[in-house]
Every structure is written in C-alpha cells, then in structure tokens.
C-alpha cells in the first residue's frame, strides 16, 4: 500500500523557518518525481515545488522562489522542503504528492497524496 | 505561465450530468488530468490523460479534450459527488512544471 506521510508543520512567526518532511512507503521511491502542493484556508490548490527522482533538478513557483528548497533521500524514502523568510500568505496545508513521472520536464501528474501538514505563519 | 480557467461552481440534482470545464489556450493539445477534493481530505486523482479512470473511480466520470475546453462530466450524480474539482495540466519546458486550474466546487441540490 503507498502511504505519503507529512510531518513538521506549525505555528511559526513572519520571517521564521520550518522544515516539512513527507516519509514514503509501497513504491520504490527514487524511480519517481516529487512535489509539494498547497493549499491556503478556503483556496484551491497551487503547486509550489517539484523535484526529479535523483533529486539533480528541481523547480519552484515564483511565489516561493528563492525561499523554499525541495530536497529528498532517496535512502531514506523522504521528500523534504525547507521553508524560510515565511510569510502570512505561505499559511496553508501543505501536501506531498507523487508523479508518476522520473523528470521534472515530461508531463505528469499525481497518483497518491499525502493527508497534509498545517502551517501557520503568524506572530 | 499558462493559465486553467474553471468555473468557480456547479450545481446540479441528483440524477442529472454535471459537467466542469477547464479552460486553457489550445489545452487540446496538452495531457488534462483531474482531482478530485472531499471536505477535508486530501486530493485524490480523478481522471488522467484526459479520459483515463483510475481503478476505483466509477464510470460515472468520464473527461474529454479538444480545442481550447476539457470537461470532465459526471453522469447520474449523486450525493457523494459533492466536491471540490481540480484540472491540472504540465508545462514540460517552463518553470512551473505542474499547472492546477483554480476548482470547481460541485454542488448537489
């Protein structure tokens, strides 16, 4: 069974860090691309940060370029993103998803997600 | 960076089709895939490569593609269906690799 399970969400002030993790388990986790996906209270969906199945090439959406960094273990079967110089706006829940693709720049799409992690950013 | 563009909302009776668009210049062309949102829970994939079900999704949803409008059509709605839906679609050689449309909520009269 796959499982994609978020971790280290929470209360943080403007301007602060915190660093999610996303433990995977039931495929083989470096064969595939990974990316995170939030979703702001009340709003849709916004793609924020992918990364390839090596981990050689990863992208970002321009609302969190230059402040979040994906990143993953493929030993250890976990997807990371490190958020920092967070703002009120980057309050949302945050989930992991796996592509079905290995390259960041082929068309995919999400097979499985995770259940999704809060983050609030506020003093 | 390419733009989806669904209605904000859908309504429908039980027993009826609804059916949810996505918008996008040429989006005939591109791979549409669609999610759907339960209150409270996380995504789940609904419909890939336009018209693919995963196992587990009943026939019910069906999804088409051409021109400048994917639609997903949900037949004989019921209940259960009531959602938020998601299209989304890859940008290969861009910046933004993966694109989601802005959501349908799905409203069962």
């Known amino acids: 069974e796959v499982q994609l399970v978020e971790s280290g969400g929470g209360l943080v002030q403007p301007g602060g860090s915190l660093r999610l993790s996303c433990a995977v388990s039931?495929?083989?986790?470096?064969?595939?691309?990974m990316s995170w996906v939030r979703q702001a209270p009340g709003k849709g969906l916004e793609w924020v940060s992918i990364?390839?199945?090596?981990?050689?090439?990863?992208s970002n959406a321009d609302s969190v370029k230059g402040r979040f960094t994906v990143s993953r273990d493929n030993s250890n079967n976990t997807l990371y993103l490190l958020m920092s110089s967070l703002r009120a706006e980057d309050t949302a829940v945050y989930y992991c998803?796996?592509?079905?693709?290995?390259?960041?720049?082929?068309?995919?799409?999400?097979?499985?997600w995770g259940q999704g992690t809060l983050v609030t950013v506020s003093s | 960076s390419y733009v989806l563009t669904q209605p904000p909302s859908v309504s429908v009776a039980p027993g009826q089709t609804a059916r949810i668009t996505c918008g996008g210049d040429?989006?005939?062309?591109?791979?549409v895939h669609w999610y759907q949102q339960k209150p409270g829970r996380a995504p789940s994939l609904l419909m890939y490569y336009d018209s693919e079900r995963p196992s587990g999704v009943p026939g019910r949803f069906s999804g088409s593609n051409s021109g400048n409008t994917a639609t997903l059509t949900i037949s004989w709605v019921e209940a259960g269906d009531e959602a938020d839906y998601y299209c989304?679609?890859?940008?290969?050689?861009?910046?933004?690799?993966?694109?989601f449309g802005g959501g349908t909520k799905l409203t069962v009269l």
């Open positions: 990364i390839s199945n090596s981990g050689d090439t990863t």
């Open positions: 989304q679609v890859s940008e290969s050689s861009s910046d933004h690799p993966r694109i």
């Open positions: 998803a796996k592509d079905v693709r290995a390259s960041i720049y082929t068309s995919g799409h999400f097979d499985y």
């Open positions: 040429n989006i005939g062309s591109r791979n």
């Open positions: 039931g495929f083989t986790f470096s064969t595939y691309a």
